[in-house]
């Protein structure tokens, strides 16, 4: 399976960057794909393949996490592009997280994961919200202006999920979203 830990925003949080997002998606560029909202969500670890048999311990070392972490609050605000502006493949919305919870959880859940004998993806961990991906690189000045307007309403991390992606089987091939794990911050 490919799985990956993520907080997920709740339904409010998505509606209003949803309103935000909505007039941007009839812009008439081919190279932009816009993300769809059931498929927005904050990667803490991108875990690629994992075997079933590993999946238990796996879940039971974020569980585990997730009890020792307490509710934090987190706002999607400003933006930016991987790998960067000028050359970017994905444009995101940024997050805003005053007391660093969300890249402490980060650490954590890719700790246990580690620990349960899953790979985890190397990359430095930079809080994002996909927006889009581009299908070229190309300069993306004017989408990161106007994403870094918007400042949207502060929520209360309470959870953390573990998620299967399906490529190809979502809407338009793109892929599908299930949650097969999810855990309440009880710290």
């Keep these: 399976m490919r799985l990956f830990v993520a907080v997920v925003p709740p339904q409010e949080v998505v509606e209003d960057l949803s309103e935000f997002v909505e007039p941007r998606?009839?812009?008439p560029d081919d190279d932009i794909r816009w993300a769809a909202d059931e498929h927005w969500h904050l990667t803490l670890a991108f875990l690629d393949e994992v075997p079933d048999w590993k999946t238990e311990e796996l879940e039971e070392r974020l569980e585990l996490a997730?009890?020792?972490?307490?509710?934090f609050e987190l706002q999607l605000a400003g933006a930016g592009a991987f790998p960067g502006v000028p050359d970017a493949r994905v444009l995101y919305a940024g997050?805003?997280?005053?007391?660093?919870?969300l890249k402490h959880l980060a650490m954590t859940t890719r700790s246990a994961a580690s620990?349960?004998?899953v790979t985890?993806?190397?990359?430095?961990f930079t809080p994002h919200l996909t927006l889009a991906r581009v299908r070229r690189p190309i300069d993306v000045t004017k989408w990161v202006r106007v994403f870094d307007?918007?400042?949207g309403p502060v929520w209360t991390a309470g959870s953390l999920q573990l998620i299967?992606?399906?490529?190809?089987?979502?809407?338009?091939h793109s892929a599908a979203?299930?949650?097969?794990?999810e855990w309440d911050f009880l710290g």
Aim: net charge positive; proline share 5%.
């Design 115 to 117: 620990r349960a004998g």
């Design 149 to 151: 307007t918007y400042n």
């Design 95 to 101: 997050v805003r997280d005053e007391t660093e919870s």
């Design 164 to 172: 299967e992606s399906r490529l190809g089987e979502g809407p338009g």
């Design 25 to 27: 998606r009839d812009h």
């Design 177 to 181: 979203y299930i949650t097969v794990g």
């Design 66 to 71: 997730a009890k020792r972490q307490r509710p």
């Design 120 to 124: 985890v993806e190397g990359r430095k």
